[in-house]
């Protein structure tokens, strides 16, 4: 059964870290897609933040470059997301995808997400 299951959020006060990681199961293999982090803030769509490409580049939006870091180990199938001097709009639910998002039964898939709060 495909699967995305994303952890590694928690409370964390502003200029501190986090590191997340995506795994996936089932049929989806991250080597050979492209994948992204998402956040949806509090009361906003789901935004991009951070791309990785199965030909090894990455990717990033402007509000998080220099401090976020995508990675993937392709053995493990999981892809991370170290984010680093996070501020107080980092806060939300941080969720992966493959590019174009999963659908099951013509549905998106989406995991669980995982929740990142960041204090002042």
């Known amino acids: 059964q495909e699967q995305l299951v994303e952890s590694g959020g928690g409370l964390v006060q502003a200029g501190g870290s986090l590191r997340l990681s995506c795994t996936a199961s089932g049929s989806i293999i991250f080597r050979s897609n492209d994948v992204d982090w998402y956040l949806q803030a509090p009361g906003k769509p789901r935004e991009l933040v951070a791309t990785s490409t199965a030909g090894g580049t990455t990717s990033y939006a402007d509000s998080v470059k220099g401090r976020f870091t995508i990675s993937r180990d392709n053995a493990k199938n999981t892809l991370y997301l170290q984010m680093n001097n996070l501020k107080p709009e980092d806060t939300g639910v941080y969720y992966c995808?493959?590019?174009?998002?999963?659908?099951?039964?013509?549905?998106?898939?989406w995991g669980q997400g995982t929740q990142v709060t960041v204090s002042s």
């Open positions: 995808n493959t590019r174009p998002i999963m659908r099951i039964n013509g549905k998106e898939y």
